[in-house]
């Protein structure tokens, strides 16, 4: 069956009763070079190896992966898609399908419990409504990731890969940047889609780094540091800062900022990691 066809896509939605759903984010691939190219660039070397996969939609991206990997488990938030990809899916017996949000999911647990011993990536066409909320939530769930391909609204890869100080460059840069070595594989048109979504698709590739680039003393405050520095964007660094350390003077703010090396006159949003896991060194003393 090629589950790329909109033909096959349209019988399954009459046989199933299936209707898209926008809150979903259901934008299924319907050119069978796409799956096949992400399936593909997601795999690594070491075996054995495992892959989740969040939001298998009809299975188009689920087989190639179930060709590639020892075991795939494929987390589907929408209950009307299980029948469906129960036929799709049927010859594939190393293929897991879990109904659920994966969002609510302990994926250090399950990936604990399930793919001891295996190499684990993440690969997934993401519902575009909560690409960022998925992301953080693969980082700091813990859960033991090699590598995480996944498909995003272009704008997005864009901030994930900006350099500091341009006008891509938000609080997720510096902090995708602690967990992983992101890089741009390639775009991906709106008419690859079903239906048709309103911009450009990048597909990105995160390799986790093995040795972070930076050892904060605390990983909270580096984060609080982040998001006090974004905070106010064109304010002075000491002004957006003060968003997060209300219990600072803004003059012990200043001295911190001048004790990290940092200029006085900075903009957050021209620090890079460095700087930010440095400054955040520097709060954490002032504050214990
Ligand atoms: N993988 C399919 C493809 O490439 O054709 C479908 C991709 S579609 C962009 C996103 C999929 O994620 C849909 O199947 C949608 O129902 C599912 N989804 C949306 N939110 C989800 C969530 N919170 N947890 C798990 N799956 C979700």
Redesign the pocket.
Same mark, same amino acid.
């Given at each position: 069956m090629n589950?790329?066809s909109p033909s096959v896509i349209a019988g399954l939605c009459d046989e199933f009763g299936f209707k898209f759903?926008k809150k #979903?984010?259901?934008? #299924?691939?319907i050119n069978p070079e796409i799956?096949k190219k992400i399936a593909t660039s997601s795999v690594g070397d070491s075996r054995p190896c495992a892959c989740i996969?969040?939001?298998?939609?009809?299975?188009?991206?689920?087989v190639e992966l179930a060709s590639l990997y020892d075991k795939v488990t494929a987390?589907?938030?929408?209950e009307q898609?299980i029948p469906v990809l129960e036929k799709t899916l049927a010859e594939h017996s190393n293929v897991t399908v879990i109904n659920?949000?994966?969002?609510e999911v302990d994926l250090k647990k399950y990936i604990e419990e399930n793919f001891d011993g295996y190499s684990v990536t993440v690969c997934?066409?993401?519902?575009?409504?909560?690409t960022t909320p998925?992301v953080m939530q693969l980082f700091e769930s813990g859960a033991r990731l090699d590598r995480i391909v996944v498909?995003m609204q272009k704008e997005v890869a864009q901030r994930l890969v900006a350099k500091a100080g341009s006008t891509d460059y938000g609080a997720i840069t510096p902090t995708v940047q602690y967990y992983a070595k992101t890089t741009r594989l390639f775009d991906v048109a709106p008419g690859n #889609?079903m239906p048709r979504p309103d911009v450009t698709s990048t597909v990105v590739c995160f390799d986790i780094h093995k040795e972070k680039p930076v050892t904060p003393i605390s990983e909270e405050y580096l984060s609080r540091t982040i998001k006090g520095a974004f905070a106010l964007r064109r304010k002075t660094l000491q002004n957006s800062l003060a968003t997060e350390f209300g219990g600072l003077s803004k003059s012990e703010l200043a001295e911190c900022i001048e004790e990290a090396g940092i200029s006085p006159s900075a903009r957050g949003e021209t620090l890079d990691l460095k700087q930010l896991s440095r400054l955040s060194d520097v709060l954490y003393n002032k504050i214990h």
């Open positions: 589950l790329t759903k #979903f984010g259901q934008n #299924f691939l799956p996969e969040i939001g298998p939609g009809a299975g188009s991206l689920t987390f589907e938030i929408d898609l659920s949000d994966i969002l997934a066409n993401l519902p575009y409504y909560i998925i498909m #889609f």
